[in-house]
């Protein structure tokens, strides 16, 4: 291809050089002067550019061009006046250019060099990358690839991954184990006439290490991994994907067998729709050729495709059905058990200090996922580094995990003593309410640094996992999230903008219990509203289906649930506000306190009312401090 380009070239410049003669300029005076001696053959005129076109007898074979002077209307003039001397034309450019289609032709046949140019050395650097990329399996250059697939190919010598380095996913491990099998002896399955899955869907939320189990099949299969995302399919030009979709396939069934994995797949599979005015759309065309390609393998084709989403709910009915799709393995945020192992996995190449247990990590870390635990090891090797030391100890896991959960400290924010004392008091009523109302999970750690958006924050570790929630375990949580509201009015008269995000989540409980959960004692186990998207994509919310009447009757329950958890927390904080007062005071002097010794003085304050003796004075607060709207995202409170 380039030599015909070359070829090209070579035929342009002959042409241009040899194929029509070359045009000299001449001056103004000698075409008069040669036209009064009769060497002139003939004269046309060019009013685009205001210039006489003269061949002369003598020579042929030559055109020359003279400038039309200023001043004169027409060119038939200048021709007539071949008497005149040139003086009478002061205005008449005196310039001689030679070899001037010379010059146009050298500067094409340069560009047209250039593009060639360019255009080899893009060829020769794209093969050398896709090279790379596929293992030795070049697939064209540039414009000529538009529609060959992007996947990158991972041989088994370079996966690296195994199911020993995944942990906290058994069941999910379990269920690969049988795709490792088909892979490694497939002769075993097909004499029995079995037919093992052709697709396994991984299904679950983000970090939960969807992408890390499909490369340990591969890795424990060692067979080659091609990867690729769901949106490099989608193209706006029509066909495109299409034809990705067909050379993906293609280029394995060449390495069969291996395994194909596409990671996101919602962005190519969701759900076709019925479209008005005919036509299709170029991602349902892509679809389409997915579903085709995968029922159209061969009996023997030794090809398994994995695919991960967190949006299950989009996907079109026609991947999920047997023969394609047809393997569902859920990955979930790890237990307090699965936790450990996985910390351990992160551990194997960071020197731990004696004392670090990673158990009681894992305690401190419900609801994290694979990479929450990940970067929480990362931060603390960082933390570490930072202080010189040469292992990891307690401190920095536990500083991690407060960076993970809320973010680092903010130590420079400039806040005020007015503004600190509020704070204070807000924690300590979040601390007490979860320490005395009965079913909250027992407090790890306060404080009044801020961190993130937060002003505060007030931390609550569970004992054991939990899925389950009942009706008494959500009225006493949010009790314990209105327990700073209640501190504040308690304390100071009157509340601040500082619980906004507290208010917020104890509204959205409320109304899931009466929506969702039926418990509500007004309306009962009844389902109001329809829920919209997916609790693994984070966006789920719930579409009205009742009447007006009876959003108004939810609104008011919901409105008598909040007020139930308002009083409660109000109820314990005065009962127990020497203790309240107390804990503040601590919590001022050393702004970060734990469950310890948030019991040490409970007890202390305890002994020292049943003794009649003198409680510490409650800290002066004649006026009540009032907080700007600039001021709500940082004293956002985290109850967890």
């Known amino acids: 291809m380039a030599l015909g380009l070359v070829l090209i070239i070579f035929f342009i410049g002959f042409y241009l050089f040899t194929g029509r003669p070359q045009e000299e300029k001449i001056e103004f005076g000698q075409v008069l002067a040669k036209a009064a001696n009769g060497e002139v053959k003939t004269i046309t005129t060019n009013p685009n550019n205001h210039s ?17 002077p200023a001043g004169k209307s027409h060119l ?10 040139l003086d009478n034309y002061p ?8 070899g001037e289609r010379w010059r146009v032709s050298f500067l094409l046949v340069a560009i047209l060099l250039l593009v060639s140019g360019v255009y080899c050395w893009l060829r020769n650097r794209n093969n050398q990358d896709e090279g790379e990329r596929s293992g030795g399996f070049s697939t064209g250059f540039g414009p000529t690839r538009v529609g060959r697939s992007r996947a990158r190919l991972v041989t088994p010598q370079k996966v690296g991954v195994t199911f020993a380095n995944v942990a906290g996913a058994v069941e999910a491990k379990q269920e690969l184990a049988e795709v490792v099998e088909f892979l490694k002896h497939p002769e ?10 052709k697709g396994v869907l991984l299904v679950g939320p983000p970090g939960t290490g969807k992408t890390l189990m499909a490369k340990a099949v591969a890795g424990e299969a060692n067979v080659p991994f091609m990867c690729v995302s769901g949106s490099e399919f989608v193209e706006m030009f029509v066909g495109v994907g299409a034809s990705r979709v067909r050379d993906l396939f293609a280029r394995a069934r060449k390495m069969s067998p291996c395994i194909i994995f596409i990671d996101e797949i919602d962005a190519l599979g ?12 170029e991602r349902e065309q892509t679809l389409n050729q997915l579903l085709v390609e995968m029922d159209g393998f061969d009996g023997d084709t030794n090809i398994i495709i994995i695919a991960a989403t967190n949006r299950p709910d989009v996907l079109d009915s026609a991947l999920l059905r047997p023969g394609r799709f047809d393997r569902q393995v859920t990955l979930d945020n790890p237990d307090c058990q699965g936790r450990t192992e996985i910390l351990k996995v992160h551990a194997t190449k960071k020197p731990l200090a004696a004392e670090v247990n990673l158990e009681r990590i894992a305690k401190q870390t419900p609801g994290f ?29 536990e500083e991690a995990v407060d960076r993970v959960m809320a973010g680092p400290e903010r130590r420079s924010r400039l806040v005020s003593e ?32 801020a961190r993130g958006r937060m002003g505060g924050y007030t931390r609550v570790t569970p004992e054991e996992d939990r899925t389950l929630w009942t009706k008494t375990q959500l009225q006493d949580f949010m009790a314990f999230a209105l327990g700073g509201v209640a501190a504040e009015e308690l304390t100071f008269g009157e509340s601040t903008t500082g619980p906004s995000n507290d208010i917020e989540r104890v509204s959205g409980i409320a109304r899931t219990m009466i929506c969702e959960y039926g418990m509500s004692a007004t309306f009962g186990p009844i389902a109001l509203g329809q829920k919209q998207g997916s609790d693994f994509g984070g966006n789920s919310s719930l579409q009205a289906n009742y009447s007006n ?39 001022l002097e050393k702004e970060v306190i734990s469950g310890t010794e948030l019991d040490e003085v409970f007890e202390q304050v305890e002994r020292e009312k049943s003794s009649n003796l003198a409680v510490l004075n409650p800290y002066p607060t004649t006026e009540p401090h009032f907080l700007g709207e600039n001021d709500q995202s940082n004293l956002d409170r985290t109850a967890v």
């Not at 996922?369 to 920095?396: F, P, Q, T, V, W």
Request: charged share 20%; net charge positive.
């Open 270 to 281: 969701r759900k076709r729709k019925l479209r008005t005015g005919g036509g299709t759309e």
């Open 418 to 449: 007015r503004e600190k004392v509020t704070t204070a008091y807000h924690e300590v009523g979040h601390a007490l309410v979860a320490r005395l109302i009965g079913t909250v999970d027992p407090v790890q750690k306060v404080s009044i640094i």
């Open 188 to 197: 075993k399955f097909l004499a029995l006439g079995a037919r093992i899955p």
């Open 549 to 587: 009447t009876i959003a108004y009757q939810i609104d008011q329950e919901v409105q008598a649930m909040v007020a139930q958890a308002f009083s409660r927390a109000t109820q314990i904080l005065t009962r127990y506000n020497l203790h309240l007062i107390a804990l503040a005071n601590l919590l």
């Open 91 to 98: 205005d008449v450019k005196q310039e001689v250019a030679v």
């Open 369 to 397: 996922s694979g990479a929450d635990l990940m970067n929480l090891m990362n931060e603390a090797a960082i933390l570490a580094a930072r202080r010189n030391r040469k292992d990891i100890s307690l401190s920095e896991l």
């Open 52 to 68: 006489l076109v003269v061949v002369l007898k003598s020579q042929p074979d030559k055109n020359y061009s003279s400038v039309y």
């Open 76 to 85: 038939h003039d200048i021709f007539m006046t071949v008497g005149i001397p």
